[in-house]
């Protein structure tokens, strides 16, 4: 007699309504090893995967040296059929790390060359246009709980495509679901093993819910699952295609499967194949032009004192610097502008904008006070004006430091050691060692942080700290250990799950300051012509290992997503002695000058000052849903160069 199981899996016994109990994101657990045995009649079968490449190759023409992404590929097995057949750039994305590992263990055993990665659809980290052709095949499309997510993948998949690139997908035929679907059914997947299905539509009749209890003949129970898909129509496919911007969309063939069981096929049953091209650049500008883009530029008050900047105002070089700013934007010919600078005046103005997109290049701050820098996007929430960059509560994180390292330490990223120094803190004494660097732990434009931040000692730690807050007595201060090694500014433009997209790597030189000096970028870099900081300090294109610069890149994005940058944000990095680089702070928003560290990164990417003022109102139009301009779709076909 078999010995009884040590447990059982756990099981909801009969149920009247599935919904409820679906997972809003079954499919990251769904596909393993139980999903190659219940469906593996039909997706480990290889006449299955022949007749949909045959399909496929027959629909798109494909020609063996063009670019195909295999998007969903599972365990990878239209991808290696593609290799097998002779085409040479097949590469394969799934978010299963199980399958992912049987299609490499298989690309191995075949020789193959192909290459598959870890990715989900809906944030696809692919250069822009570089694909010749995405096939979805199998089934892989509608598993998402919202249907904007399938427009999202969507829209992932057209930036990928190069101009004039194609989609080819296969879905279920949803009408025919509704109509033909089994509500119940069951199959022995083996001699020990059965796996039982339920089925019902969704309360809104657009997704088939499914549940499938796996039997074992002696241990009983060994999975209870639900899984579901949306039932698109023909039509509806179209509709979505249409929205995502393809064009020439083609219904071909029926996709009928076939099983080595004969038994259920479910939704793999009756499938559409369709396909859609990515427009021409010329035709995507015809189509979504209309009307030039109205841009509203907002910027700082030159009328009001500004106590970051040189003496306290505005001065000739910050006018030229907003002067250079004007001048790129009124080259843009498919844009009307208008420039707001007068603070005073703002909330009047804003309540009747009627731009189609706000600039927000205010970075000094509403009415020029750096703490006010997240006022400025309030106001614009609060009259519902869509513009670029972070919004308030983005801005307020980041500006305080000790907040930012709290979160990155927390997400694996290095950070230096520090102590907070409150105001009430009678004996600021740290247990670091020195050297040590004190900062106000919320400011702007290196306030606070002149060469004099750089202390040897818990005197000198002490003065300086007496020092800021007689001159900030409303922040608090952190004691942070000073990591002399290089430093280095990563910048991303764009969004998550759109076109993230990194600008070279910066590194900072400061060989030329004179011996002994503290190698910092301080108050005096910034605002003091007459330093050796102004004049001494260059900034270099980094040459670093590809593994750090990877590192560095990956960081910088999981933290732009982490605080919610948007559009495009600086991360700055220094090395401490024992060589380890750690984060240093994050800027949303960071300086658009034509002379700072962002534009030098975009010169390093050959694009020019106006480009990248460009990208940045593109990748606000992209997350918005805006209609871009002619610059902007310029300006899209060079992001990547800078992959």
């Known amino acids: 007699m078999p010995r009884p199981p040590s447990h059982r899996h756990r099981t909801l016994g009969p149920l009247a309504d599935l919904e409820p109990h679906l997972p809003p994101e079954w499919w990251r657990t769904l ?3 139980n999903y190659l045995k219940t469906d593996g009649d039909v997706v480990e079968n290889a006449d299955n995967t022949s ?7 027959r629909a798109t023409e494909l020609k063996p040296d063009q670019k195909i992404l295999d998007l969903c590929c599972g365990q990878g097995r239209h991808t290696l059929e593609l290799a097998a057949r002779g085409f040479q750039h097949a590469h394969g994305i799934d978010q ?12 191995k055993q075949t020789g193959m060359p192909v290459r598959f990665t870890l990715g989900e659809a809906r944030k696809l980290a692919l250069p822009r246009g570089r694909l010749d052709c995405v096939a979805m095949m199998g089934n892989s499309f509608g598993y998402f709980q919202h249907a904007d997510d399938d427009l999202v993948v969507l829209d992932a998949v057209r930036r990928a495509l190069k101009p004039g690139g194609l989609l080819a997908m296969d879905l279920t035929d949803g009408d025919w679901v509704r ?24 309360a809104d009749g657009q997704r088939l819910v499914c549940r499938e209890v796996i039997v074992h003949a002696t241990r009983g129970i060994l999975v209870d699952q639900f899984y579901a898909e949306r039932l698109y129509d023909r039509q509806q496919v179209a509709d979505l ?22 038994q259920d096929l479910g939704m793999m049953a009756h499938r559409v194949f369709i396909t859609a091209r990515v427009a021409e650049r010329g035709q995507v500008l015809a189509q979504v032009r209309g009307e030039k883009q109205r841009l509203t530029v907002l910027l700082g008050d030159p009328r009001l004192p500004d106590p970051v900047k040189r003496d306290g105002a505005f001065n000739a070089e910050d006018l030229d610097t907003v002067d250079r700013l004007k001048r790129e934007i009124a080259r843009w010919p498919d844009v009307t502008v208008r420039f707001l600078d007068r603070h005073a005046q703002f909330a009047t103005l804003l309540a009747e904008d009627d731009a189609d997109l706000v600039v927000n290049f205010c970075d000094e701050g509403l009415h020029n006070d750096p703490a006010r820098e997240l006022h400025v996007p309030a106001l614009l929430e609060v009259f519902g004006r869509p513009y670029t960059g972070a919004a308030p509560a983005c801005l307020g994180l980041c500006a305080d430091k000790a907040h930012v390292r709290a979160i990155a330490a927390s997400m694996g990223v290095p950070v230096p050691r520090e102590s907070y120094v409150a105001q ?14 004190v900062k106000p732990n919320v400011g702007d434009g290196s306030l606070g942080i002149p060469v004099a931040a750089v202390v040897h000692s818990v005197a000198e730690m002490r003065q300086r700290v007496k020092e800021l807050r007689a001159e900030l007595p409303d ?54 012509p007459e330093s050796p900081y102004w004049t001494d300090i260059r900034f270099c294109q980094a040459q670093l ?37 750690k984060l240093l702070e994050v800027n949303p928003n960071p300086g658009w000058c034509w002379d700072g560290k962002l534009n030098l990164m975009a010169q390093w990417a050959n694009w020019s000052y106006g480009d990248l003022l460009q990208a940045i109102v593109a990748a606000a139009n992209l997350r918005l849903g805006l209609q871009p301009s002619d610059a902007v779709g310029d300006v899209e076909a060079r992001v990547q160069s800078i992959a």
Do not use: M
Not at 179 to 202: C, F, K, Y
């Open 424 to 437: 009430t803190d009678e004996d600021p004494a740290p247990a670091l060692a020195f050297p040590a660097i």
């Open 179 to 202: 109509r033909n679907h089994e509500p119940r059914s069951w199959e022995w997947l083996n001699a020990q093993e059965l796996v039982v299905r339920e089925r019902q539509l969704s």
């Open 31 to 33: 596909f393993n090893a």
């Open 96 to 107: 299963s790390r199980y399958l992912l590992s049987v299609a490499r263990r298989r690309a």
């Open 51 to 57: 007749a949909e490449v045959d399909l496929l190759v």
């Open 475 to 528: 922040r608090g201060l952190i004691v942070q250990e000073f990591l002399p090694g290089a430093e280095y500014s990563v910048a991303l433009i764009g969004n998550p799950g759109l076109d993230l997209q990194p600008l070279p790597i910066l590194e900072v030189d400061f060989s030329a300051l004179p011996p002994g000096a503290p190698q910092i970028l301080g108050y005096e870099s910034k605002w003091h």
């Open 545 to 581: 290992e590809h593994g750090q610069r990877q590192r560095l890149v990956q960081w910088s994005a999981r933290l732009f997503e982490r605080l919610g940058c948007r559009d495009y944000a600086r991360f700055d990095f220094r090395t401490a002695a024992d060589g380890e680089i």
């Open 241 to 262: 295609l249409t929205r995502a911007g393809f064009t020439a969309i083609a219904e071909h063939d029926v996709l009928e499967a076939a099983s080595s069981r004969d």
